[in-house]
């Protein structure tokens, strides 16, 4: 047996579709182009559309950027406006009590730290006998001790991370291996 004899309703089936077009009113040629350049033209204005939807989008996203990178420093810069007063001040004073300014320098180094803070920058500043971090150090010498190998010896420069990137690491000096 072929297939043919096994499902005689196949052949019917396949031409069913066919028929009912069929029996549908048959289209012109004349109105068969009109409908596809209607298509056409309803076609190429979505593409246009979603083109200049993309090329704003794309535009708007740009000017974005650039505003974030414009005024990014803007909320740092409101926190050290206090330090930078308290520095003319201290200018501005004759001050000849040398405690008393020390005492000013004081604050003014705890406004500064304030406004690291509230900018998410923070200090490394590592102790001596901490394990050395290439990602957080910068060895600027090796140098003989009586400490662990590669353990900080000496802070020669404070470091700065700005949101956990480094920002500078922190210079040191460590130990040599033995």
Same mark, same amino acid.
């Given at each position: 047996?072929?297939?043919?004899?096994?499902?005689?309703?196949?052949?019917?089936?396949?031409?069913?579709?066919?028929?009912?077009?069929?029996?549908?009113?048959?289209?012109?040629?004349?109105?068969?182009?009109?409908?596809?350049?209607?298509?056409?033209?309803?076609?190429?204005?979505?593409?246009?559309? /979603?083109?200049?939807?993309?090329?704003?989008?794309?535009?708007?996203?740009?000017?974005?950027?650039?505003?974030?990178?414009?005024?990014?420093?803007?909320?740092?810069?409101?926190?050290?406006?206090?330090?930078?007063?308290?520095?003319?001040?201290?200018?501005?004073?004759?001050?000849?009590?040398?405690?008393?300014?020390?005492?000013?320098?004081?604050?003014?180094?705890?406004?500064?730290?304030?406004?690291?803070?509230?900018?998410?920058?923070?200090?490394?500043? @590592?102790?001596?006998?901490?394990?050395?971090?290439?990602?957080?150090?910068?060895?600027?010498?090796?140098? @003989?001790?009586?400490?662990? @190998?590669?353990?900080?010896?000496?802070?020669?420069?404070?470091?700065?991370?700005?949101?956990?990137?480094?920002?500078?690491? /922190?210079?040191?000096?460590?130990?040599?291996?033995?």
């Amino acid at each position: 047996m072929t297939q043919e004899n096994q499902n005689p309703n196949l052949e019917q089936e396949n031409t069913a579709p066919e028929a009912s077009a069929e029996t549908a009113a048959p289209l012109t040629p004349e109105q068969e182009i009109a409908e596809l350049n209607q298509k056409l033209t309803d076609m190429q204005d979505n593409f246009l559309r /979603a083109k200049a939807e993309g090329e704003n989008i794309r535009r708007r996203a740009v000017e974005d950027i650039a505003k974030a990178h414009k005024f990014a420093i803007e909320s740092f810069a409101e926190h050290l406006v206090p330090v930078t007063d308290s520095l003319y001040a201290a200018l501005s004073t004759d001050a000849g009590d040398a405690k008393a300014f020390k005492e000013g320098l004081e604050i003014t180094l705890k406004q500064l730290l304030s406004a690291f803070e509230k900018g998410r920058m923070t200090e490394i500043n @590592p102790a001596v006998g901490d394990k050395f971090d290439p990602h957080h150090h910068q060895a600027i010498a090796s140098v @003989p001790s009586e400490q662990d @190998p590669n353990t900080v010896v000496s802070v020669l420069q404070r470091g700065y991370t700005v949101a956990d990137r480094v920002l500078r690491p /922190a210079l040191v000096t460590v130990s040599a291996p033995k």
